[in-house]
């Protein structure tokens, strides 16, 4: 599901790390110049598998 079928259900979801792994993707598809990102310690944030998708796109 997307966070829109959840809104749609009226359900209250906060975003996880597939969720934050989409919205990169996203934003690197459609944006050409680099982008910021600016974290907290939050685990999503953190997590090995965040850690090598941005390693991935820094080269």
Known sequence: MTIADYQALGACRSMGELDYIQLLDGVHQLVTAPSV???????????????????????
């Open 37 to 59: 990102l600016v974290w907290n310690r939050l685990n999503t944030h953190i997590s090995h598998r965040m850690c090598r998708l941005i390693a991935k796109r820094e080269g």
